[in-house]
């Protein structure tokens, strides 16, 4: 089981990034796909969640309508695009994927705002 983030990096306030998680190992399209973040000193907190066929989702108050989550079923990959973006969303963001028995998670891509 792997899932492996990428598209973090430094990025200006205001500015725009666009990460993506590509799984591998388990039938993608069966678990229920979530961003969180962690900040240095901070536990780690739930950014967004949707469904397995993409029909529902949820995002924590403090990035709705600054963050998208979205999933390719056919391509095993959960996206998280983040517009607006502050200092205070700096942080290492984790993508997961649950279903009722497993939670799996990946590395960790990092996201730096700061100009």
């Known amino acids: 089981v792997r899932l492996v983030e990428s598209g973090g990096g430094l990025v200006q306030p205001g500015g725009s990034l666009r990460l993506s998680c590509v799984a591998s190992?388990?039938?993608?399209?069966?678990?229920?796909m979530s961003w969180y973040r962690q900040s240095p000193g901070k536990e780690r907190e739930l950014v967004a969640t949707?469904?397995?066929?993409?029909?529902?989702?949820n995002y924590a108050d403090s990035m709705k309508g600054r963050f998208t989550i979205s999933r390719d079923n056919a391509k095993d990959t959960v996206y998280l695009q983040m517009d607006s973006l502050k200092p205070e969303d700096t942080a290492v963001y984790y993508c997961s994927a649950r279903n009722d028995l497993y939670t799996y998670w990946g590395q960790g891509t990092q996201v730096t705002v700061s100009s």
């Open positions: 190992g388990f039938t993608f399209s069966r678990y229920t």
């Open positions: 949707v469904s397995r066929a993409g029909g529902t989702i």
